[in-house]
């Protein structure tokens, strides 16, 4: 029972912050990235436009989280053969893309009450006062489209930034 409790209690703290995210934001959706592309053997690209981009806690996690669920839709329903993930850092805002060449997200199924997943990436998104736009049809492929303001980093500072 006791070793039972120590690995389901490991596994929700590492649900809660993968300790991937103590490498950064990048490196964290690079190795997310590889590891579905094993997993599912689903042809996965990553490309940031920068080796670090620094964000806080919140808005990592927040953006892995996505991501993450962005890539389980691919393996669940898209039937694509690849997906690319893109992570762009500019001043004031951070933004990344997860696009698909499946089968593309019919419009009405957005509308769908019992999208919990696709609900609960939105709600990230607001919560942090960004955006999420999840567009596609079919033949098209969908494309995940997530915007987050950002504080741009004071020099010195390193605060609470992955």
Not at 14 to 32: K, M, S
Not at 152 to 159: H, L, N, Q, W
């Amino acid at each position: 029972l006791v070793d039972v409790a120590i690995l389901s209690s490991s596994r929700i703290m590492h649900d809660l912050r993968p300790g991937i995210l103590d490498e950064g934001i990048v490196a964290a959706l690079e190795w997310q990235a590889r590891d579905f592309q094993q997993r599912m053997g689903i042809t996965c690209g990553f490309a940031a436009s920068a080796e670090e981009i620094p964000v806080d806690r919140a808005t990592a996690i927040t953006v892995f989280r996505i991501c993450q669920e962005g890539l389980n839709n691919v393996a669940k329903y898209a039937a694509a053969r690849r997906v690319d993930v893109r992570l762009d850092g500019r001043p004031g805002r951070l933004r990344m893309t997860v696009h698909d060449d499946g089968k593309g997200i019919h419009p009405l199924d957005l509308a769908k009450p019992d999208c919990f997943g696709l609900r609960g990436m939105k709600e990230r998104a607001v919560s942090l006062g960004g955006s999420l736009a999840i567009t596609g049809g079919p033949g098209r492929g969908t494309t995940i489209t997530l915007t987050l303001p950002v504080a741009d980093p004071t020099p010195g500072d390193d605060g609470d930034r992955q």
